[in-house]
């Protein structure tokens, strides 16, 4: 469940909860809800990862040969 949207009582707006395969989690409400936290990379429609694992997979990525 890489994103998972709600409105809890205690917040008045929209809150979305990220979910990196990693396991960390970030939290945005209100007019940010929208927008993935700083750093993340969406992967897909619905999956976006973290900074970490998004730096990660750029090192390890596979290139052209030489």
């Known amino acids: 469940m890489p ?3 709600g409105s809890p009582d205690l917040l ?3 809150s979305v909860v990220y979910v ?4 960390l989690r970030m939290g945005e409400y209100g007019n ?3 927008e993935p936290p700083p750093g993340w ?3 897909s429609t619905d999956e976006y990862i973290c ?3 998004a730096e990660m997979a ?3 990525a596979v290139g052209p040969g030489p």
């Open 32 to 34: 940010h809800a929208g």
């Open 20 to 23: 990196c395969a990693c396991g």
């Open 51 to 53: 900074a970490h694992c």
């Open 41 to 43: 990379v969406r992967v």
């Open 58 to 60: 750029k090192g390890t």
């Open 3 to 5: 994103v998972v949207y």
């Open 12 to 14: 008045p707006s929209l």
